[in-house]
């Protein structure tokens, strides 16, 4: 094994790298002395600027897991951590480790540590003169190890414990992490080094700060306006997320636990308001936020803890405050009595009703999925409103994309595709457009009023749905687009989405749309911009 030298303490020598200059005749002892500053000053940072333990986001992070072969091994996955003494443990490659019972004196509390290591190689003699030779390299690693004594983190990582017991034939990962059992894997003992900063992406730290901007009001909603008691919980625990946050600590390291503690509290007031709000728990609105709480538990449970799958959690996230928020937007009525914080409904003259006569008329945006032509009209009119089309893009011609910016971004796979398709009413029609698989989409839309809410309508090919589309205007979050279904058969529709006129606050803005859903892909083959008249 190769020596080491202790590090300069408070009252040693300083630290002194080595000065080369003309004529300066060095030895071994020089050159091994200018690579012992540079360990022992790494070493040092180590110490003082990172807490000694595993280092999330490297490789397989140490994970500790039962193989599926029914016996006493496990495997120790690739990874990377730091010991109290600031030495970089790097295992660079998956480890099989088996316990021998016999070793040991059962029942007993057994210990998976990591241990830094370093050995000579590349030895060399020269021929010539063989008082010339030695070790041309150091190699540093780590070395995984069984003990029964319980880990000194200044010496070694604790990566693991199980507890085995008499006659145990196999190790099982542990069915619950928080209450490991006997010949589990127990990695609740496990410490993480520390690390500055988030490795979020700019898109993706606004888009948790949208997700977690409208639960915090989602429970206020809640707390305040529907008096309900676990929502100040709920609220407490989103400050603490937001928090957290906006000082950059939250990544794919901790986002996902983070987030477990906010869908349990989300949980918490579903139950309540269930038995104790019962008038409020027979909105539609809460029904369908119950559904969004059970689909989040189920993606926290899954346990892939990904960037896709954030994106999903926190689309999710976002549509279920959107739902609460929509229960106590305006006078939200149960049994023709306002809910509680909010105030009685008014008698507001009605909005005097259009003259639409000679439009296109449909009783909602649902009806515009159906029309078959190859462009849109001019004007339509629904639920008894005009709407006038301000802008369009047609997919596929160069001076229409080049004029309003369209571009497919950061798309994991993307093409070009012509379709000749049927629409529901038995109408063929022939179409160019492009697709993407992951990524975003953006482009300009122009000719607006700002004030007014913007409809934009797709042609897609329906035979690729169920999928969740999110909209942004100008970098702010719009809402998502739920495509839901398919049709193999008849496979063209117009999607249509309303942006909210909040949303709409120049005359020209940017959108932006982000595939939610993993894995889909997402096409357009036309685009019809629309705003009330």
């Not at 490789?59 to 730091?82: C, M, N, T």
Request: charged share 25%.
């Amino acid at each position: 094994m190769a020596t080491e030298q202790k590090p300069p303490a408070a009252g040693n020598k300083a630290f002194k790298r080595i000065n080369f200059f003309k004529g300066f005749l060095t030895t071994e002892h020089d050159w091994n002395d200018a690579e012992r500053y540079h360990l022992e000053k790494r070493k040092l940072h180590n110490r003082q600027c990172h807490a000694p333990g595993v280092v999330q986001g490297y490789a397989g992070d140490l994970k500790v897991l039962a193989r599926a072969r029914g016996d006493l091994s496990f495997e120790v996955q690739a990874g990377y951590a730091i010991d109290g003494e600031g030495h970089d443990l790097v295992l660079s490659e998956t480890q099989i480790k088996t316990i021998v019972p016999e070793e040991y004196k059962l029942p007993t509390q057994l210990y998976v540590v990591l241990r830094f290591a370093e050995e000579l190689t590349d030895f060399i003699a020269y021929k010539e003169n063989l008082e010339y030779k030695g070790h041309r390299r150091v190699m540093e690693s780590a070395r995984v190890e069984i003990t029964q004594a319980p880990p000194d983190i200044k010496q070694e990582v604790e990566i693991a414990r199980i507890l085995l017991e008499k006659g145990a034939t196999r190790i099982r990962d542990a069915r619950d992490a928080a209450d490991p059992r006997p010949n589990e894997i127990d990695l609740r003992f496990v410490p993480h080094a520390g690390i500055a900063g988030s490795f979020f992406d700019p898109a993706t730290r606004q888009r948790i700060t949208s997700m977690l901007a409208a639960t915090r009001k989602s429970f206020l909603h809640m707390a305040r306006d529907g008096k309900v008691g676990t929502a100040h919980d709920a609220l407490a625990a989103t400050l603490t997320a937001s928090g957290l946050h906006a000082v950059e600590v939250l990544d794919l390291r901790n986002i996902f636990d983070v987030m477990a503690l906010i869908v349990e509290m989300q949980h918490e007031c579903s139950v309540e308001i269930e038995v104790a709000h019962p008038g409020l728990a027979q909105r539609k609105e809460f029904a369908d936020f119950r559904k969004h709480i059970e689909i989040l538990k189920g993606l926290l449970g899954e346990r892939r803890f990904s960037i896709d799958a954030l994106q999903n959690l926190a689309a999710y996230e976002q549509k279920a405050a959107e739902i609460v928020a929509s229960a106590f937007g305006g006078p939200a009525v149960v049994d023709d009595l306002p809910l509680p914080g909010q105030p009685a409904p008014s008698a507001a003259a009605p909005k005097p009703k259009q003259d639409v006569s000679g439009l296109p008329t449909f009783q909602e945006w649902e009806q515009v999925k159906g029309v078959s032509q190859l462009d849109l009209p001019d004007q339509i009119a629904v639920n008894g409103e005009a709407w006038s089309m301000v802008d369009k893009i047609n997919v596929m011609d160069k001076d229409s994309e080049e004029s309003h910016q369209l571009q497919v971004m950061e798309a994991k796979d993307s093409y070009r595709s012509r379709q000749k398709l049927k629409y529901p009413d038995g109408t063929v029609l022939e179409d160019v457009g492009r697709a993407h698989v992951g990524g975003y989409c953006t482009f300009q839309v122009k000719n607006l009023t700002p004030g007014k809410p913007l409809a934009v309508v797709r042609r897609i090919d329906y035979v690729y749905g169920d999928y969740e589309l999110e909209f942004f205007v100008d970098g702010r979050s719009a809402g998502i687009s739920d495509n839901k279904g398919t049709d193999r058969v008849n496979r063209w529709r117009n999607w249509p989405y309303v942006i909210a006129a909040e949303s709409i606050t120049k005359s020209t803005v940017q959108v932006k749309q982000v595939a939610v859903t993993a894995g889909r892909d997402i096409n357009m083959f036309r685009y019809w911009f629309y705003q009330p008249k």
